[in-house]
């Protein structure tokens, strides 16, 4: 069975840090990539960073280029450091697992096979 468990959440003030974890069990992810999306009640999930686990191809959303690094720890944990945090990257955030069948990873969350769990990040301001 293909587990995904995120952590890592928390509190942060506005400009602060946190580092969040993905940890993959019953999967080998070399032919998988991981994103990390987050939600708001009320709003659309927004994709946020994905990382390519054969070559470590990265892609992250505007809103957060410069501020998180996604990386990978081992074959099967992927963090994600989010650093300068702002109130709007208040949010839960999930990861994902998505079969690999191009060059590159993507952030439609359609194209997601397996997710874990939320884990809550509260900026204060």
């Known amino acids: 069975e293909v587990q995904l468990q995120a952590s890592g959440g928390g509190l942060a003030q506005t400009g602060g840090s946190l580092r969040l974890s993905c940890a993959a069990s019953g999967v080998a992810l070399d032919d998988y990539y991981i994103g990390w999306f987050r939600q708001v009640p009320g709003k659309r999930r927004e994709g946020v960073s994905c990382?390519?686990?054969?070559?470590?191809?990265t892609y992250y959303v505007d809103s957060v280029k410069g501020r998180f690094t996604i990386s990978i720890n081992t074959k099967n944990t992927v963090t994600l450091q989010m650093n300068d945090l702002k109130p709007e990257d208040a949010a839960v955030y999930s990861c994902g697992a998505a079969k690999l069948y191009g060059t590159r990873c993507y952030l439609y969350d359609y194209e997601y096979q397996y997710w874990g769990q939320g884990t809550l990040v509260t900026v204060s301001s």
């Open positions: 990382v390519t686990i054969r070559d470590g191809g």
